[in-house]
């Protein structure tokens, strides 16, 4: 089966990179977007997830991947709602701020600047190798 390449969100102040590489892993649990569950169901063993830190700093920051298939979220108290367990690869050299996203022409049309709600999303696995391209040198 091909590879499938992800971004997910998180707000740092909540759970940061830095939280989850001290953590060594987490569930991705919470997720209340039925697109944004559905992904999660879609997501494969080892598949590359890129961490997203959203809200105030809104940039790429680290390299991850699946580390368990989706399973019921524990923290849903009603609904069909799954997590998975993601675990760290690697930080970004540099992070990839959402600004420096748009700014790229071959980046224009990734969820993350269409549908920037969607806290987990799909990428092409172009898109997923050009921000972790631009997280190896400055902007």
């Known amino acids: ?5 992800w971004l997910v969100k998180q707000e740092p102040e909540a759970y940061s990179w830095d939280d989850f590489v001290r953590d060594k892993g987490t569930a991705w649990t919470g997720v209340r ?6 992904n999660l169901q879609r997501m494969a063993l080892g598949d590359p997830v890129l961490f ?6 809104k940039a790429v920051v680290g390299v991850a991947e699946v ?14 709602w799954v997590c998975v367990d993601l675990a760290p690869v ?8 959402l600004a420096a996203i748009k700014e ?8 993350l600047v269409k549908q920037s709600r969607l806290s987990v999303m799909p990428l092409k696995a172009a898109d997923f190798r050009e921000i972790v391209a631009m997280g190896r040198n400055p902007a």
Do not use: C
């Open 90 to 97: 690697h930080p970004l050299k540099h992070p990839v701020t």
């Open 67 to 80: 580390a368990k298939l989706a399973y019921p979220d524990p923290t849903a108290k009603e609904g069909n």
């Open 104 to 111: 790229s022409p071959a980046l224009k049309e990734i969820a």
């Open 52 to 57: 997203y830190h959203s809200v105030k700093t």
């Open 1 to 5: 089966m091909a590879k499938k390449y």
């Open 33 to 38: 977007n039925f697109q944004a569950r559905n």
